[in-house]
């Protein structure tokens, strides 16, 4: 089994950034791709953004697309997510979650395995 840790999200105020983190953990065969994604207040689930596994390509959402991007750290196992310029809409909280096949890894609901997620709050 996969388990996905997120840390670092806290109250921010508007502009500022912040970087989360995600420690994955346990047996990681099979896993193609993992990803940031998101849940507001009343809002759907939305990716922000992944990371293959084997290549490391990347694809960030058009929504924070030059804001937000997206890197791992192989030796440790550490999945970031650096953001810039967050804004009142960023309040969420955020998740990072992991995936296995070879279905769609731009969908939020292919991610079969979540973390218990992490809270930013970015007050207008």
């Known amino acids: 089994q996969v388990q996905v840790v997120e840390s670092g999200g806290k109250l921010v105020q508007v502009g500022d950034s912040l970087r989360l983190s995600c420690i994955i953990m346990?047996?990681?065969?099979?896993?193609?791709?993992t990803g940031w994604l998101r849940q507001a207040p009343g809002k759907e689930r939305e990716i922000l953004g992944r990371?293959?596994?084997?290549?490391?390509?990347?694809y960030i959402a058009d929504a924070v697309n030059g804001r937000f991007t997206i890197s791992r750290d192989t030796a440790k196992n550490t999945m970031y997510l650096p953001m810039a310029d967050l804004k009142p809409e960023g309040t969420a909280v955020y998740y990072c979650?992991?995936?296995?096949?070879?279905?769609?890894?731009?969908?939020?609901?292919?991610?079969?395995?979540w973390g218990p997620g992490t809270q930013i709050t970015v007050p207008s």
């Open positions: 346990g047996i990681t065969a099979g896993i193609t791709a």
């Open positions: 979650a992991a995936k296995r096949g070879i279905s769609n890894s731009e969908d939020a609901k292919n991610y079969a395995k």
């Open positions: 990371i293959t596994w084997s290549r490391e390509h990347t």
